[in-house]
């Protein structure tokens, strides 16, 4: 017959004890719960910073809760500034824990994940403590030589995206080009300039890219009248990944460009690799402004130019490719304004390309 000591009772009421506070911590989520902890899988380059600096900060939270946020800053004059803006302290955790924001270059990157009523501060000293409302903190180096890559870390706020300009030569159409970022503006309405231009024996070009990567989507350019172009200036609306292991770099194409020939069509669609005959399409561009560009999706890219600005514009021509389509692999969009190389007939007056507006429709 099984009898309670009063030692045994103890016992017993020692356990109880212990299991209403194992599962009072487990209600209070407090306990038992690991802090979250941070990754960072964007990381821009080191720069000395500045308002006109811009790079992408991108990662993941493991372990959060729903309604925690992040707090963003980079490191600059030994000081650690709020990002983006302290008009925008807070960036927002996704579903599936990623995050990622523009924001001003810095030597360093810092992130902070807040829960509840958190206080934000525009400049620090050093990253927050962690309390009750700064739950968890990590930061990282700016990745070093990027600033080598051919591109200024000063950008252009074009259609609500941040855009970088060329400044290191590089091969295109056949010959090795020049480029300063200064054949790069924007005018007092917000559209995009690009110009070409005779500097010395040399023309000078212009190309500016996206700092993030879209992936698949509608992506549309409204152009004004390239029909002043002349045959061996080049226009290419693309998408490129220097860091690709597929030899074709992800690229898609748009060109406006007789390639140095009148003789020439001036439209071409281009799914690379372009020795393929039907990976291009060829058609003639009338004078007019106009709105181009291609819809991306799984083994489909489907190109249009339409003639005219608005919704009831004349489509002059479409075409969609079903063979080739590469994936999206951390391209950027880029916008690049040249001379043909070995013209028929050569670049005389330089060129100039403006583009009104820019539109990304995941």
Same mark, same amino acid.
């Given at each position: 017959?099984?009898?309670?000591?009063?030692?045994?009772? /103890?016992?017993?009421?020692? /356990?109880?004890?212990?299991?209403?506070?194992?599962?009072?911590?487990?209600?209070?989520?407090?306990?038992?719960?690991?802090?979250?902890?941070?990754?960072?899988?964007?990381?821009?380059?080191?720069?000395?910073?500045?308002?006109?600096?811009?790079?992408? =900060? *991108?990662?993941?939270?493991?372990?959060?809760?729903?309604?925690? @946020?992040?707090?963003?800053?980079?490191?600059?004059?030994?000081?650690? !500034?709020?990002?983006?803006?302290?008009?925008?302290?807070?960036?927002?955790?996704?579903?599936?824990?990623? !995050?990622?924001?523009?924001?001003?270059?810095?030597?360093?990157?810092?992130?902070?994940? &807040? @829960?509840?009523?958190?206080?934000?501060?525009?400049?620090?000293?050093?990253?927050?403590?962690?309390?009750?409302?700064?739950?968890?903190?990590?930061?990282?180096?700016?990745?070093?030589?990027?600033?080598?890559?051919?591109?200024?870390?000063?950008? =252009?706020?074009?259609?609500?995206?941040?855009?970088?300009?060329?400044?290191?030569?590089?091969?295109?159409?056949?010959?090795?080009?020049?480029?300063?970022?200064?054949?790069?503006?924007?005018?007092?309405?917000?559209?995009?300039?690009?110009?070409?231009?005779?500097?010395?024996?040399?023309?000078?070009?212009? #190309?500016?890219?996206?700092? @993030?990567?879209?992936?698949?989507?509608?992506?549309?350019?409204?152009?004004?009248?390239? *029909?002043?172009?002349?045959?061996?200036?080049?226009?290419?609306?693309?998408? !490129?990944?220097?860091?690709?292991?597929?030899?074709?770099?992800?690229?898609?194409?748009?060109?406006?460009? /007789?390639?140095?020939?009148? #003789?020439?069509?001036?439209?071409?669609?281009?799914?690379?690799?372009?020795?393929?005959?039907?990976?291009?399409?060829?058609?003639?561009?009338?004078?007019?402004?106009?709105?181009?560009?291609?819809? !991306?999706?799984? *083994?489909?890219?489907?190109?249009?130019?339409?003639?005219?600005?608005?919704?009831?514009? /004349?489509? &002059?021509?479409?075409?969609?490719?079903?063979?080739?389509?590469?994936?999206?692999?951390?391209?950027?969009?880029?916008?690049? =304004?040249?001379?043909?190389?070995?013209?028929?007939?050569?670049?005389?007056?330089?060129? #100039?390309?403006?583009?009104?507006?820019?539109?990304?429709?995941?």
């Amino acid at each position: 017959m099984n009898t309670l000591t009063p030692h045994r009772v /103890r016992r017993e009421l020692s /356990r109880l004890r212990g299991l209403l506070i194992f599962l009072a911590c487990l209600s209070l989520c407090g306990c038992y719960r690991r802090p979250p902890s941070i990754l960072f899988t964007q990381i821009p380059p080191a720069s000395s910073g500045g308002p006109n600096t811009r790079g992408v =900060l *991108g990662g993941k939270v493991i372990g959060f809760k729903q309604g925690d @946020r992040l707090v963003l800053y980079a490191r600059s004059d030994n000081q650690w !500034w709020i990002q983006p803006t302290s008009q925008r302290p807070f960036t927002e955790i996704k579903p599936d824990g990623t !995050w990622i924001s523009t924001i001003h270059l810095g030597m360093e990157y810092g992130a902070v994940v &807040v @829960r509840g009523d958190y206080e934000t501060a525009t400049v620090l000293s050093s990253l927050p403590d962690l309390n009750e409302h700064a739950i968890a903190k990590a930061k990282t180096s700016g990745k070093a030589g990027l600033q080598t890559e051919g591109y200024s870390v000063k950008t =252009l706020s074009f259609s609500g995206y941040d855009w970088e300009a060329r400044t290191a030569a590089s091969p295109t159409g056949g010959l090795s080009h020049n480029y300063t970022p200064n054949n790069v503006w924007l005018d007092d309405k917000g559209a995009l300039h690009l110009r070409v231009s005779r500097e010395g024996n040399q023309w000078v070009c212009a #190309e500016v890219r996206t700092i @993030r990567s879209l992936g698949y989507g509608s992506y549309q350019f409204l152009l004004r009248d390239t *029909g002043d172009l002349e045959p061996a200036a080049m226009l290419g609306l693309f998408t !490129w990944d220097d860091e690709s292991k597929d030899p074709k770099h992800t690229e898609m194409d748009i060109h406006v460009s /007789r390639w140095g020939n009148p #003789e020439s069509k001036n439209g071409e669609y281009v799914i690379q690799p372009y020795q393929i005959p039907s990976n291009v399409y060829r058609f003639e561009i009338p004078k007019g402004s106009l709105r181009t560009g291609f819809r !991306w999706s799984p *083994g489909a890219a489907a190109f249009s130019t339409t003639h005219g600005e608005g919704q009831k514009g /004349r489509t &002059v021509e479409a075409w969609t490719f079903t063979t080739g389509i590469p994936t999206p692999t951390g391209e950027r969009i880029y916008v690049n =304004l040249c001379e043909f190389g070995y013209p028929k007939i050569p670049l005389q007056h330089g060129a #100039e390309v403006v583009i009104d507006r820019f539109q990304f429709l995941p």
